[in-house]
């Protein structure tokens, strides 16, 4: 094997394992999809929509629409989906409960977006001052990531600060 393809196959090896080992600290729950383009072959090109419910904030999920791609790359899992998603999350139990003191900003959740190098993320911000929860969603790329995002806000009730760490 030649010096330049060895290098290169150690780089995403590399690649691989360091996102094998990136963060995730909720799991996703596809809720529905819909079919947005047909393929001849593997599956559609769709938009899901999935549930995460915030692991350290016991009565809050939010709910990412966001595009995936099919054909055959996207049917074994080598398709790169687009960067846009959508956000939104809700109070979903009559009160919230915090399973721990929440940090000022932190990642609830990473997945992968394509098989190296693009994830989505779903950030969480404590606004201290109004008592509430904020949630982010974005995607990152190691080269050049998108500025596309959406942000939802869940309040907390008066009666519950939140737990700043």
């Known amino acids: 094997m ?3 393809a060895r290098a290169l196959v150690g780089a995403i090896l590399s690649a691989v394992s360091l996102t094998a080992v990136l963060p995730q600290s909720a799991s996703a729950e596809e809720l529905a999809d819909v079919s947005t383009a047909f393929r001849w072959l593997g599956k559609n090109d769709r938009v899901v929509i999935e549930a995460y419910d915030d692991p350290k904030v ?7 629409s966001r595009a995936r791609t099919g054909g055959v790359k996207g049917t074994v899992g080598l398709a790169e989906d687009k960067s846009e998603a959508s956000i939104a999350c ?16 932190e990642d609830v959740f990473s997945e992968r977006m394509s098989i190296l190098f693009k994830r989505l993320h779903v950030v969480r911000v404590v606004d201290a001052r109004r008592n509430t929860l904020v949630y982010l969603t974005y995607s990152d790329k190691l080269i050049d990531g998108s500025p596309m995002n959406a942000v939802t806000a869940v309040p907390v009730s008066p009666a519950t600060p939140i737990p700043v760490k």
Not at 90 to 105: G, N
Request: hydrophobic share 35%; aromatic share 8%.
């Open 2 to 4: 030649k010096p330049q």
């Open 58 to 64: 016991v009565g809050v999920t939010c709910y990412v």
């Open 90 to 105: 809700r109070q979903v139990a009559p009160s919230l409960q915090f399973k721990d003191k929440l940090p000022v900003q």
